[in-house]
Structures are given as C-alpha cells and as structure tokens.
C-alpha cells in the first residue's frame, strides 16, 4: 500500500490537555486514528510519529525518503519558528512535506508568524483547528498526485 507520515512534534503529545482553548479538547491519539482511517478510505497507510526531540523529526524525515513514504504531513510545534536543522532536513529530502498549525499562529505572539520551514513545504494549512490535519492530507494526496485542477 502507498505510504504517507504524519510527524507532530514538542508538546503535541499534550494535545487535549495543552491549553484545550487553543488546541482542542481531543488527544492525539484520537486525531491519529481518525486520520489513518481517512487516510485508509483513499488507499493510503498513514503511519504517526511524535517526538518531542528535535533529532527524532530528522532522522524520520530522512528515512522517509530512504523507505519511499510518498509524502509528510508536520506540525513542527515550537520547532516551527526557528529550528534550522529541521528545515534542512526538509530541504535535504525529495519527499514532499506539507506543514500543519492547530492555531492560527498569525493571530498570536509575534514570533509565531514566522516559520523557518515554509519555504522548503509544499504548502501551510494554518488556524482550522484539527481539520487541519486533514485538509493537510488531502492537500498532500492531490499533490503527489499532480492534478492541476480540483
Ligand atoms: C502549533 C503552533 C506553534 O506555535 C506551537 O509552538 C505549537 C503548536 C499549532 O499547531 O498551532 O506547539 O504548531
């Protein structure tokens, strides 16, 4: 089966507990199966990693590659804002990566609004909630795809 990755990083481990007002009330482990079953629905195995150290993400987008997974979602948590060698890692892989944010960062503190790793992802999905994560997966799977339209 074609194979996809789901990476979420420091804190994410936190999701239903972290500050539910901005995150939501649901743990990762519920987004995650939600997800894979999504993600199953369309033909794809979705495999879910969570780290809260900064090398773990590396080294899995690295094998990513390695094991010809066609694509990462990441929501790179804090990590986002001004981890290089995780954008490097991004930029050192063919594997097309799009980035997720439960939050609307924009809305936020002023070093939120600014990600290291927009400019090596395919794309952003910011401020829906965990929709997100799905929309991420659509977005992913419409781009490896190579459709040109809707
Ligand atoms: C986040 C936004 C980041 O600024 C924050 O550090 C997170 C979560 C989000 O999903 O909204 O950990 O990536």
Known sequence: MRKLLLLNGPNLNRLGKREPEVY?????????????QVAQDI???LECKQS?????LIDWIHNAEDEGIEGII???GAFTHY?????DAVA???TPVIEVHISNVHKREPFRHHSVIAEVSVGQIVGLDLYGYEL??????????GVDHV
């Open 24 to 36: 939501g009330k649901t743990s990762l482990a519920e987004v995650e199966s939600r997800l894979q």
């Open 43 to 45: 033909g794809y195995e």
């Open 52 to 56: 809260n150290h900064e090398g773990d």
């Open 74 to 76: 990441v929501n790179p």
């Open 83 to 87: 981890s290089y060698a995780l954008r």
């Open 92 to 94: 050192s892989v063919k």
């Open 136 to 145: 991420a997966l659509m977005g992913l799977i419409h781009f490896i795809k």
